[in-house]
C-alpha cells in the first residue's frame, strides 16, 4: 500500500448533537456519585419526609383515623402555602445545601488537580458542554429531594381536599419549581466556581459553607450597623426566605425573620451570586485548557 494512503484523515462521519454530548458527562458524574453508600444512605433519608407527609395528609383527610389517634381537630393546620413551604420547601433546602456541599466539589476539582481539561476539551466537548452536564447531576438529585416530591403533595392534597382547594393553590406548584431550582442552580455553580480554585475536596467544602455562612452573620452584621436592604445583599438565606414567602404566599411569622426586601432584589441577588461564580468557574477552567 502506499504511503500516502496511510495518511491522517478526519472523521467524516456522523457527529452527535451538543446536548448527547452533554448527558455523557452527565451519565458518568451521576454514575461516579452513586458509587458511595454513604452519599446513598443520606439521599434515602432526605426522601423520608415528604413520604412522611404524604401519609400526614392521608390520616388529615380521614376522619375515622383522626378519631381512632383521638387527634383534636381544631389543632390541625390548614394545608395552603405556609404549610408547604414551613413542612417540605424549608427542611429539604436545607438539605440541599448538604446535598451540594457533599457532592459539589467533588465533580470538578478532581478534574482540574489531575489536569483532565485538556482531555475534556480536547474532543468534541466545549466548555459549556462540561459545566452543564456536571450541573444537570445537582439539578437531577436535587429535583428529586425538592420540587418534584412537593409536585407530588400538591395533587395528593388536591384529590383529597377537592376542586375548590386546587383552584385556590395553582401557584404552588410554580412556586416550588422556581425556588427549588434557584436554590439548586445558584448553590451548585457556587461549590463549582470555590471548587476550582480550591482543588482539594475537603477544604473545598469548608470554603463553601464558610462562604454561605458569612455571608449570613455579614448580612445581619450590616443590617443592625446601617439598616437597609442593601444590608442582605450578601444573605442567601435572608432572599431564600423572601422568595419563599413570596411565591408561596405564606405567612412571615411561621417563616421565621423575613427581611423587608422586594422579591426582585432577592431574585437579582441569586441571579448576580450564579452569574458570578459561572464567569469564575469558566475563566478558571480555560486556564487548565492546555495544561498537559
Request: charged letters at 10%; proline letters at 4%; a negative charge.
Amino acid at each position: 500500500m502506499a504511503i500516502f494512503l496511510k495518511a491522517y484523515q478526519g472523521y467524516s462521519g456522523p457527529v452527535s448533537a451538543s446536548y448527547e454530548r452533554m448527558l455523557v458527562i452527565f451519565r458518568y458524574a451521576l454514575a461516579d456519585v452513586f458509587q458511595s453508600r454513604l452519599f446513598i444512605a443520606f439521599y434515602f433519608v432526605s426522601l423520608l419526609l415528604p413520604v412522611g407527609l404524604m401519609c400526614f395528609l392521608y390520616v388529615y383527610h380521614n376522619l375515622e383515623l383522626l378519631l381512632t389517634f383521638e387527634v383534636p381537630l381544631d389543632d390541625l393546620p390548614t394545608i395552603d402555602g405556609t404549610f408547604f413551604a414551613v413542612a417540605m420547601q424549608i427542611p429539604q433546602n436545607s438539605l440541599l445545601l448538604i446535598l451540594v456541599m457533599v457532592i459539589g466539589p467533588s465533580m470538578i476539582s478532581p478534574d482540574l488537580r489531575n489536569n483532565a481539561m485538556p482531555l475534556y476539551l480536547s474532543r468534541p466537548i466545549s466548555l459549556s458542554n462540561y459545566i452543564v452536564g456536571k450541573l444537570l447531576v445537582l439539578v437531577f438529585l436535587g429535583s428529586i429531594m425538592t420540587w418534584v416530591p412537593g409536585t407530588l403533595l400538591f395533587f395528593l392534597q388536591a384529590f383529597l381536599g377537592g376542586e375548590g382547594w386546587l383552584g385556590d393553590n395553582l401557584h404552588l406548584l410554580l412556586a416550588a419549581a422556581i425556588s427549588s431550582l434557584l436554590w439548586i442552580i445558584c448553590l451548585s455553580l457556587l461549590a463549582f466556581a470555590i471548587s476550582a480554585y480550591v482543588k482539594w475536596k475537603a477544604v473545598a467544602r469548608i470554603f463553601f459553607f464558610g462562604v454561605i455562612l458569612i455571608g449570613s452573620i455579614l448580612g445581619q452584621v450590616i443590617e443592625e450597623t446601617f439598616g437597609g436592604v442593601g444590608a442582605y445583599i450578601v444573605n442567601l438565606f435572608a432572599a431564600q426566605e423572601v422568595i419563599l414567602t413570596n411565591l408561596y404566599q405564606a405567612d412571615p411569622d411561621f417563616l421565621g425573620f423575613v427581611p423587608s426586601m422586594p422579591i426582585e432584589v432577592a431574585l437579582a441577588q441569586f441571579f448576580v451570586v450564579s452569574v458570578v461564580a459561572l464567569i469564575l468557574l469558566a475563566r478558571r477552567i480555560k486556564q487548565y485548557q492546555g495544561v498537559v
